[in-house]
């Protein structure tokens, strides 16, 4: 009878680990699987091929969602999903008015747009008042697939001098962001074709070639959704990552180009208007570090029938949780998207107090200057206000309202308003001398 017992007990047992074995052989073979793109190709697409629907004969399933980038959600009310940006598209300047002496003397001072999706991309970049006709190629760089193939002819030097009004009436350039952005016509595999992302790789000793599907699928977002700036009077497209990615090496790296984008009109500070950093505020959190690329929360895997295939339709994570969120966590619907909501609210209430503090800073710089206080008294203070606003921009020009890096936003936004008190206090007490004389 003993003998039994143990037999059926180290059957049962075999019994248990040959299926654990048979499921993780299942899921290691599906993972190897999703890195195989296969599709019934109806026609050949030439390499390059801008027109979106050019490929959607081969690509139909692909294509109908990428069409719907056209909004954020099925649902018109937005707020349902998240509190702060998205892809509808309103003036920053009218929700929030004190960015009008923020970016004072600067064209976002202007204009201010929130972002839409990507379909929409080229056209609220020609519509902006930004610069109006005077806007130079670079800022078509990531609008468009036909980019790549005119730098490939002429060189991106030559691309970033043309102005954007002759690339339009000039060039054609009438196609906004698409599939030839991120993919080879003949493989569908996911490709580089942003210059500018490339050199700044090579710069940082990152060899391209030997990124994995993964890697890849954080990359082909990178090569735009970065933070950047005009280099020289050729308004070269340089990403400022030499140093590191963070907001410390970002600044630093500033100083030692002693770059600026505009001189404050209210304070004369030297300023940096930082764009949309998410790959670098991305590059710091726990996604990164547990190797979570952009597309599995903003593309995730999606099934259509017995196909699987990556959702197109890019978008919050908020709207798809169960698609998103939960491939990984174990708790409800409910409770992701109070997390998500709780940092994303608790990132914008800091966000506001650096705000007051960067203006009460600005407001005592005025005073000084005012007063008759020299340039060369101010140089701190001014270079203090630029430290501070610049890391609060680092947090309000990502997309992700903290999310991305919880942690490194409440840092950054600490140091934010410790910057502008010192900036403060460091005007105040320059004024204060030369009140009492």
């Not at 929360?297 to 978008?315: L, V």
């Amino acid at each position: 009878m003993e003998i039994k017992k143990r037999y059926f007990a180290l059957l049962a047992v075999s019994i248990i680990l040959t299926i654990a074995v048979v499921g993780l052989l299942v899921n290691i073979f599906e993972h190897k699987q999703e890195g195989r793109i296969t599709y019934l190709q109806l026609k050949e697409i030439p390499e390059g091929e801008p027109d979106p629907a050019v490929w959607r004969d081969n690509f139909p399933r692909e294509y109908d969602s990428y069409i719907k980038t056209m909004r954020t959600s099925e649902l018109e009310d937005y707020s349902k999903y998240g509190r702060y940006g998205g892809s509808e598209s309103f003036q920053k300047l009218d929700k929030h008015p004190d960015y009008k002496r923020l970016f004072a003397g600067y064209p976002f001072g202007i204009d201010y747009k929130e972002e839409r999706g990507h379909m929409n991309a080229l056209q609220d970049m020609l519509s902006s008042q930004r610069l109006g006709d005077n806007k130079p190629g670079t800022c078509m760089s990531c609008k468009s697939p036909q980019v790549p193939k005119l730098i490939d002819s002429i060189g991106a030097e030559a691309f970033y001098k043309i102005p954007v009004k002759d690339l339009v009436e000039k060039h054609g350039f009438k196609h906004s962001v698409s599939c030839a952005d991120c993919h080879d016509a003949n493989t569908m595999d996911l490709k580089i074709t942003r210059i500018a992302f490339k050199e700044a790789m090579e710069r940082r000793g990152i060899d391209l070639s030997k990124a994995d599907r993964q890697q890849m699928r954080t990359y082909v977002c990178a090569q735009c959704h970065v933070e950047y700036y005009f280099k020289g009077p050729g308004k070269y497209l340089t990403f400022p990552w030499d140093k590191g990615l963070n907001i410390d090496s970002i600044d630093s790296y500033y100083s030692d180009v002693a770059f600026t984008d505009w001189n404050h009109a209210e304070t004369n500070s030297p300023m940096i208007k930082i764009q949309h950093p998410e790959f670098e505020f991305w590059s710091t959190g726990i996604h990164a570090r547990s190797n979570v690329a952009c597309a599995d929360c903003h593309m995730p895997y999606k099934r259509e029938g017995a196909i699987k295939i990556t959702d197109h339709w890019i978008r919050t994570p908020l709207e798809n949780i169960s698609n998103t969120c939960l491939n990984c966590h174990r708790q409800s619907e409910a409770e992701m998207k109070s997390r998500v909501l709780e940092i994303q609210d608790k990132t914008y209430q800091s966000m506001q107090k650096s705000e007051k503090a960067i203006l009460a800073a600005m407001d005592v710089l005025k005073m000084a200057m005012k007063s008759g206080v020299s340039d060369k008294e101010l140089e701190e203070a001014r270079l203090l206000h630029r430290k501070a606003q610049m890391r609060w921009d680092f947090i309000s020009a990502e997309n992700s309202m903290g999310f991305h890096s919880p942690q490194e936003s409440a840092r950054i936004l600490a140091d934010a308003r410790d910057f502008a008190r010192q900036a403060e206090l460091s005007a105040f007490k320059i004024l204060t001398k030369v009140t009492r004389k």
